[in-house]
């Protein structure tokens, strides 16, 4: 993998806000799933027209269903 590659990765992977299907991608779940769930996190932000979700928020909330 070439670096450049490596850093807008990286950069993606890092981003805290994200719209419905990057945030599926993200978390490797079906778009309909991902939006429920952000939903139930209380992380989705509206903007005008544009609908954002925190990834800080929906990772405490992902932490809750964690299994030891």
Known sequence: MR?????DE???AAK??????EGAERYSMGVTKFMELAKEAKAVYKVDKI???NCDI???FLE???EF
């Open 51 to 53: 609908v954002l979700v």
């Open 16 to 21: 805290k806000w994200v719209r419905y299907s």
């Open 58 to 60: 929906f990772d405490k």
């Open 10 to 12: 990286t950069k993606k």
């Open 3 to 7: 670096a450049r590659s490596k850093v």
């Open 64 to 66: 809750t269903f964690r």
